[in-house]
């Protein structure tokens, strides 16, 4: 493509030069090739400086263009018309001109003889020469439209729009040359519109849409025009054709991101890291929201894990059901014997120090810079690892390097560091990896800073001690003047309070440069870095946020098992009277207890219904009805199959004469529930915390009276009244879980935890009172009390616990386990082997329940996020916020922060 290029600009150079030779002058005289563009050039400056009436400019450079071709006639006559031009305007050749013959002035001609001929034939000769040098413009102009058509053809447009200026700048307008000047004009339109054309091929339409307008605008109207217009329209109509990398780089840079961050994702699904890749997808829907694939993602990992995860609930309800069993199991006692007691080093360097007992050290008169040289070696002697520990001096010991006098004995390297630093006025810091030694207790900074720490009024009050007047603690007017006696303080008692405050906690402003200042609302200290570090953990002590976030989780599960197998046998002989009979119990019949009725019951036997004359005409009926009025029954915790009969039964069968009868009662059955129930909370510091997830149970705590009438008749009916007691004082009992929590952290940032979970249940009524009886001649009425009132089983601690941010306080214990069981058999028959199974009935029911309360604690910021602790993807002191926000305008997502952003 370069050399087809370079092959283009090489021909469209050529042929620029020959026509521009054309333009000059048709000379078929000029010999040598090599002048062509000089005399082209100086023709062109000629002509425009005689058109332009600077005949002087026009002389000069006519006769170096002589020079260049002498024998040029067109030249020549060019030279001469400019010479009789300046003649006319006064002014006379200063001397001859190499290449033209000397010409006689007017005068002269007057002189001689031939004058008025020579006059005639002169005029002749300046028309024959301008009509000559017409003719020859309007061919060079001619042969310039021919090679300007072949420069375009050869991508040379701006050669060939000089080309065809030129031509134009050198005719002057006439009737003889409008024509040409008009066609140099349609031929500019035809190079602009083939410009125009190899830019739209080349994809650069807007550009040949500037030429074609450009076209149109020098009146150029042709129909090719127009249809390129057109083509030019419709491809920059299509926005396939736009770059989306132009017009939209941002989000170019943003699907690369998104493309990377789902390959990534698809490649942690597909081995297996379904926390990872949810998490990547979620960064890809935080920066495309609309990712449909992200969300498929999400979708499948979320079925993964909840295949995943339906698992734990029969993990968790196995291993609890076998802690039950576990629990029957009596301590023993173990008889261990203790091992050796393994070594454990200590990392940390001030331990490290504090290991490292050195017997004697006696330093007499001695440099400090050799006292720490001295004690870095009796590090290495007296470490266990023998490693040591580095001491750094961090002064200049030309300047200021003290003498030491000093003996000790038997103290670890800590405190005799101390005790010499002391000595001399120094200190000493424990860094990471060494320790350092400074004047003046500057540690590593060397320096005093200056920094200020935003304080609120409670915590003055904290600091100070309150009010000196006697104040409360309270918001208090910071507008309100003074209390008489000075009570509060003035602004520098505060401060000498607040640093005296901080001097007993350790922070030293004795230190050359240092000094403490409170304005009302900041303070400003200035003091070293390290004392600056204490300050700071102090403040934060007293005015960080401190909540805390409680998850209990309640799990209980239970599980009934009831196996029952009984025979009953009748054998009787053909009267019916029995010779042999079998029947054990079953667990229902052995452990269930009838209770009685709570029926409303009428009774009266059948009377004789006489007329006026005592003759008997009829007979009442005898009453005998119930009517019901039972209460809620009690549920029975434990399973005993009451509802179930008999598996199978056989009667009729004759034996050797006998009839028996034969019935079979089997049974295995397993049931049981399980409760989860995990709420949680968060709440501040010191604040109580209550948790309830229960059914409120609404029940009176009295009735009223309960009436009844019985009143007969003279036939000796009778007509009955009841009304119920109605319920009085109601009152509301929570079912389910509930429990109160109040946490308190700690300065070393455990929490203490107030624990009283409750997890109440519903068993069933029980009825208060005894039954009414009403007569009223032979009919009775018998009423029960109907006082029903509830029963609850409540299971409850009440402890008070020390955990670390983010422990678990396991209470458990609230374990049951419930047996009922029935062995009945026929003396000797049913211990036959084999045999006696027939004669034996066997059943066991058994309930297990097993409660677990787990109670974790966690430290939280007020962003919502652990406040000490980082889980996976959320650092601490992190801001937990919803994906959305709404605005004016409608809801939007938010934004992540860039890396470059950063």
């Known amino acids: 493509m370069k050399k087809y290029l370079a092959l283009r600009m090489r021909?469209?150079?050529?042929?620029?030069?020959?026509?521009?030779?054309?333009?000059?002058?048709?000379?078929?005289?000029?010999?040598?090739?090599?002048?062509?563009?000089?005399?082209?050039?100086?023709m062109a400056e000629t002509l425009r400086a005689r058109d332009s009436g600077d005949l002087l400019l026009a002389k000069d450079k006519a006769e170096e263009l002589i020079k260049i071709a002498p024998n040029d006639e067109n030249v020549q006559r060019l030279l001469a018309s400019i010479n009789r031009d300046l003649e006319r305007q006064g002014g006379a050749p200063e001397s001859a001109v190499f290449g033209q013959a000397a010409d006689a002035s007017p005068e002269a001609a007057m002189e001689s003889p031939a004058a008025a001929s020579m006059g005639s034939s002169s005029a002749d000769s300046l028309a024959e020469a301008a009509a000559a040098d017409q003719a020859s413009k309007v061919a060079a102009a001619e042969a310039a439209m021919d090679e300007a058509e072949k420069l375009a053809e050869l991508g040379a447009y701006s050669d060939a729009t000089a080309l065809l200026d030129s031509a134009s700048a050198s005719l002057t307008l006439n009737t003889a040359t409008a024509q040409v000047l008009e066609d140099l004009e349609e031929a500019k339109g035809d190079v602009v519109l083939a410009q125009a054309e190899a830019l739209a091929e080349s994809g650069?339409?807007?550009?040949?849409?500037?030429?074609?307008?450009?076209?149109?605008?020098?009146?150029?109207?042709?129909?090719?025009?127009?249809?390129?217009?057109?083509?030019?329209?419709?491809?920059?109509?299509?926005?396939?054709?736009?770059?989306?990398?132009?017009?939209?780089?941002?989000?170019?840079?943003?699907?690369?991101?998104?493309?990377?961050?789902?390959?990534?994702?698809?490649?942690?699904?597909?081995?297996?890291?379904?926390?990872?890749?949810?998490?990547?997808?979620?960064?890809?829907?935080?920066?495309?929201?609309?990712?449909?694939?992200?969300?498929?993602?999400?979708?499948?990992?979320?079925?993964?894990?909840?295949?995943?995860?339906?698992?734990?609930?029969?993990?968790?309800?196995?291993?609890?059901?076998?802690?039950?069993?576990?629990?029957?199991?009596?301590?023993?006692?173990?008889?261990?014997?203790?091992?050796?007691?393994?070594?454990?080093?200590?990392?940390d360097l001030k331990k490290k120090m504090e290991n490292i007992i050195i017997p004697q050290v006696n330093f007499s008169s001695m440099e400090l810079t050799r006292v720490i040289e001295t004690l870095s070696e009796l590090s290495v002697e007296y470490d266990a690892e023998r490693k040591g520990v580095n001491i750094v001096p961090l002064f200049d010991p030309n300047q200021r390097n003290p003498r030491v006098n000093i003996?000790?004995?038997?103290?670890?390297?800590?405190?005799?560091?101390?005790?010499?630093?002391?000595?001399?006025?120094?200190?000493?810091?424990?860094?990471?990896?060494?320790?350092?030694?400074?004047?003046?207790?500057?540690?590593?900074?060397?320096?005093?800073?200056?920094?200020?720490?935003?304080?609120?009024?409670?915590?003055?009050?904290?600091?100070?001690?309150?009010?000196?007047?006697?104040?409360?603690?309270?918001?208090?007017?910071?507008?309100?003047?003074?209390?008489?006696?000075?009570?509060?303080?003035?602004?520098?008692?505060?401060?000498?309070?607040?640093?005296?405050?901080?001097q007993s906690a350790g922070v030293d402003f004795t230190i050359p440069g240092a000094n403490l200042a409170?304005?009302?609302?900041?303070?400003?200290?200035?003091?070293?870095?390290?004392?600056?570090?204490?300050?700071?953990?102090?403040?934060?002590?007293?005015?960080?946020?401190?909540?805390?976030?409680?998850?209990?989780?309640?799990?209980?599960?239970?599980?009934?098992?009831?196996?029952?197998?009984?025979?009953?046998?009748?054998?009787?002989?053909?009267?019916?009277?029995?010779?042999?009979?079998?029947?054990?119990?079953?667990?229902?019949?052995?452990?269930?207890?009838?209770?009685?009725?709570?029926?409303?019951?009428?009774?009266?036997?059948?009377?004789?219904?006489?007329?006026?004359?005592?003759d008997v005409i009829g007979v009442s009926a005898a009453i005998d009805k119930d009517l019901a009025l039972l209460p809620p029954s009690l549920p029975t915790q434990i399973d005993l199959a009451a509802e179930v009969g008999n598996l199978a039964t056989a009667t009729g069968w004759s034996v050797l004469g006998y009839d028996v009868d034969f019935a079979l009662r089997a049974l295995a059955r397993k049931s049981g529930s399980d409760l989860m129930s995990a709420p949680k909370v968060t709440v501040l510091s010191g604040k109580r915390a209550n948790i309830t997830v229960a059914q409120e149970l609404r029940y009176p705590e009295s009735y009223g009276d309960i009436e009844s009438t019985v009143s007969s008749n003279n036939s000796g009916?009778?007509?009955?009244?009841?009304?119920?007691?109605?319920?009085?004082?109601?009152?509301?009992?929570?079912?389910?879980?509930?429990?109160?929590?109040?946490?308190?952290?700690?300065?070393?940032?455990?929490?203490?935890?107030?624990?009283?979970?409750?997890?109440?249940?519903?068993?069933?009524?029980?009825?208060?009172?005894?039954?009414?009886?009403?007569?009223?001649?032979?009919?009775?009425?018998?009423?029960?009390?109907g006082f029903y009132?509830?029963?609850?089983?409540?299971?409850?601690?009440?402890?008070?616990?020390?955990?670390?941010?983010?422990?678990?306080?396991?209470?458990?214990?609230?374990?049951?386990?419930?047996?009922?069981?029935?062995?009945?058999?026929?003396?000797?028959?049913?211990?036959?082997?084999?045999?006696?199974?027939?004669?034996?009935?066997?059943?066991?029911t058994r309930q297990k329940r097993n409660l677990l309360i787990f109670v974790t604690a966690n430290l939280v910021s007020p962003g919502g996020s652990p406040a000490k602790q980082s889980y996976r993807n959320v650092g601490a002191n992190e801001l937990f916020q919803n994906p959305t926000i709404m605005t004016p305008s409608g809801s939007v997502n938010r934004g992540i922060k860039s890396a470059e952003a950063e």
């Not at 030069?17 to 000029?30: E, H, I, K």
């Not at 020390?802 to 049951?816: I, P, Q, Y």
């Open 11 to 42: 021909i469209a150079a050529i042929l620029m030069a020959a026509a521009l030779g054309s333009f000059a002058f048709v000379a078929p005289q000029v010999a040598d090739a090599q002048s062509t563009t000089d005399k082209i050039r100086l």
């Open 204 to 347: 650069n339409n807007k550009g040949a849409e500037a030429l074609l307008e450009d076209y149109f605008a020098a009146g150029g109207n042709s129909r090719k025009a127009r249809s390129l217009a057109k083509k030019l329209d419709a491809a920059i109509s299509d926005p396939y054709s736009i770059s989306i990398a132009e017009v939209s780089p941002e989000f170019v840079e943003q699907s690369k991101i998104v493309r990377d961050l789902l390959t990534r994702g698809r490649a942690q699904y597909l081995n297996g890291d379904y926390d990872a890749a949810a998490s990547t997808f979620k960064e890809v829907e935080a920066r495309d929201a609309n990712n449909a694939e992200a969300k498929a993602f999400s979708t499948k990992i979320a079925e993964v894990l909840g295949k995943i995860h339906k698992q734990n609930h029969y993990k968790t309800r196995e291993q609890m059901l076998t802690e039950v069993d576990q629990g029957w199991e009596r301590p023993k006692v173990f008889d261990i014997a203790t091992g050796p007691t393994q070594e454990v080093i200590n990392v």
């Open 407 to 502: 003996t000790l004995r038997n103290l670890n390297l800590d405190r005799i560091l101390g005790f010499v630093t002391a000595q001399v006025n120094f200190a000493y810091d424990v860094g990471t990896d060494a320790v350092t030694v400074s004047p003046d207790g500057q540690g590593t900074s060397g320096n005093t800073v200056t920094e200020f720490f935003p304080i609120s009024r409670a915590t003055i009050i904290r600091i100070t001690g309150g009010d000196s007047g006697g104040a409360s603690a309270g918001p208090v007017d910071p507008f309100a003047p003074a209390p008489a006696g000075g009570g509060g303080g003035s602004a520098d008692d505060r401060t000498e309070k607040i640093k005296s405050f901080f």
């Open 518 to 614: 409170f304005d009302g609302e900041q303070l400003i200290a200035t003091q070293t870095r390290r004392n600056l570090d204490r300050m700071r953990t102090i403040l934060r002590n007293y005015s960080d946020v401190k909540q805390v976030e409680i998850e209990a989780k309640f799990l209980e599960v239970s599980q009934n098992d009831l196996d029952e197998l009984g025979f009953n046998w009748n054998v009787s002989d053909e009267d019916g009277n029995a010779i042999f009979t079998f029947g054990g119990q079953s667990l229902a019949e052995r452990y269930s207890v009838a209770g009685e009725s709570s029926n409303i019951s009428i009774s009266s036997p059948a009377t004789a219904i006489l007329n006026s004359d005592g």
């Open 717 to 785: 009916g009778a007509a009955i009244s009841i009304t119920a007691g109605t319920p009085e004082d109601f009152v509301t009992r929570n079912v389910g879980v509930e429990m109160s929590v109040t946490p308190n952290v700690e300065n070393d940032d455990t929490i203490s935890l107030i624990l009283e979970p409750r997890v109440t249940e519903f068993e069933g009524f029980v009825e208060y009172g005894g039954p009414s009886v009403a007569l009223a001649g032979s009919t009775i009425a018998t009423v029960p009390a």
């Open 789 to 844: 009132q509830p029963i609850f089983s409540t299971r409850e601690i009440s402890t008070e616990v020390t955990v670390f941010d983010g422990a678990t306080v396991v209470m458990g214990g609230l374990t049951r386990d419930e047996v009922k069981s029935i062995d009945d058999r026929v003396p000797v028959l049913g211990d036959i082997p084999g045999v006696g199974r027939l004669f034996r009935s066997e059943g066991e």
